[in-house]
């Protein structure tokens, strides 16, 4: 772990992580045009705005007499949205993989830190969130990655090959 941070910082870092992460999946979700991808990425966003509201009440809770203060980034390096529609999908995709592996190590290393039971185990819960994340992107990404065109992975659509 590189900087070691207290309990207030790390659910703000936390918070702040996954109201971008909703940003950048938000944002990527209007850009692709494969179906079966939008609808991963409609989930990703729910689960990433399901986590910061976990978050926040954590927050209230633990530190019910201070504000909420964002800091300026979160701890993920996603790509700005100005960016998204400039870069190609092999590398969107792998950037979002790339923070979904460094959520679930900050979750994971971070739940060490923190004193309160309720939230330790939700740092645990939400580390492997993160890492179940990380399988769906892989997944989308090997299939971009295993098609000779990107006009052949915008038409395939799982939905098609039945059960």
């Known amino acids: 772990m590189e900087e070691t941070l207290t309990s207030l910082e790390i659910l703000q870092k936390a918070i702040k992580s996954e ?48 504000k909420i203060k964002l800091p300026k980034k979160g701890f993920t390096p996603l790509p700005t949205i100005e960016k998204i529609e400039k870069l190609s999908l092999e590398s969107l995709l792998e950037a979002a993989m790339e ?40 997944t989308e990404y090997d299939l971009l990655t295993s098609f000779t065109s990107y006009e052949a992975y915008k038409k395939f659509s799982l939905e098609h090959l039945g059960p």
Request: charged residues 40%; hydrophobic residues 35%.
């Open 19 to 66: 109201v971008e992460a909703f940003q950048f999946y938000n944002k990527l979700q209007e850009v692709v045009e494969n179906k079966v991808l939008k609808k991963k990425l409609n989930f990703l966003k729910r689960e990433e705005k399901k986590h910061e509201k976990l978050l926040r009440n954590i927050f209230k809770n633990q530190f019910p007499k201070e």
């Open 99 to 138: 923070a979904e592996e460094i959520s679930e190590k900050f979750y994971r290393e971070n739940s060490i830190l923190i004193n309160d039971e309720n939230s330790k185990r939700l740092l645990i819960y939400l580390s492997s969130m993160e890492k179940s994340h990380y399988q769906i992107l892989k």
